[in-house]
């Protein structure tokens, strides 16, 4: 080959492995053998099945990258002005890796963040304090925000759609109302208003879920798990 001449684009017009006899580059790789006098130096390119394993870049040379410039320009548009990124309710994230391994896939790579603001949701104030207890941790109060990030299914797009699947599947679950909620939700306010009556002038911002049972009194927690309450007396 001589340089100048060679249409380097067109000998690697796409990914593949290195050979030795297209490369006019003299070089070694390996681990060195010290084990063997005389024989220190790694193996030579002809042969090297390591350096045949690794991913390389030779289809991505500064003139080859110009090429495909020049092929997309007239299929770019500018950026448009007036677009406002706020208007998207969803965020999907994912991330690329450049390694160097046996292998170009990265676990990591199928991995899928889903984000929205509950304020972009349809959800009336059941469907909403349903949502985030549902949810759990994976609810931000500070900025109104749900995440939830995908990675059990092999590919990509397989966590793509199963993220879809249970922001949906939340969605709808949120819009049900069980016999039990209608019940939790009416003894709430009983209990809200034997506290206004008993105390009208300090008024609980969020009210404890009591009940009475056998005499004693029980406090519900925000699981739905009764406990027993332990009053203490002056004598």
């Not at 029980?218 to 406990?227: L, T, V």
Request: aromatic share 10%.
């Amino acid at each position: 080959m001589t340089n100048g001449v060679t249409d380097w684009p067109s000998i690697f017009s796409g990914a593949k492995s290195y050979h030795p006899s297209v490369v006019p580059i003299f070089f070694r790789m390996g681990r060195l053998k010290h084990n063997k006098p005389g024989f220190a130096l790694p193996v030579r390119a002809l042969g090297n099945l390591a350096l045949m394993k690794i991913p390389n870049f030779f289809h991505l040379s500064p003139p080859a990258i110009e090429r495909h410039c020049q092929a997309l320009e007239p299929l770019c548009t500018e950026w448009p002005q007036s677009l406002d990124l706020s208007i998207v309710p969803l965020r999907i994230t994912t991330r690329n890796y450049l390694f160097a391994g046996p292998s170009l896939y990265h676990p990591g790579s199928r991995k899928v963040k889903l984000q929205v603001y509950l304020k972009d949701l349809v959800l009336d104030d059941h469907a909403r304090e349903k949502m985030i207890s549902l949810v759990g941790p994976r609810y931000n109060p500070d900025t109104d925000e749900l995440t939830i990030v995908a990675d059990r299914c092999p590919t990509r797009k397989q966590n793509k759609e199963y993220a879809m699947y249970l922001l949906t599947v939340l969605y709808h679950e949120s819009w049900k109302t069980e016999p039990w909620e209608t019940e939790a939700r009416s003894e709430e306010v009983e209990s809200e208003e034997d506290e206004e009556e008993e105390k009208p002038m300090k008024k609980r911002k969020n009210p404890k879920r009591i009940r009475l049972i056998d005499g004693a009194l029980y406090r519900m927690n925000q699981y739905g798990k009764y406990f027993k309450m332990q009053i203490k007396t002056k004598h």
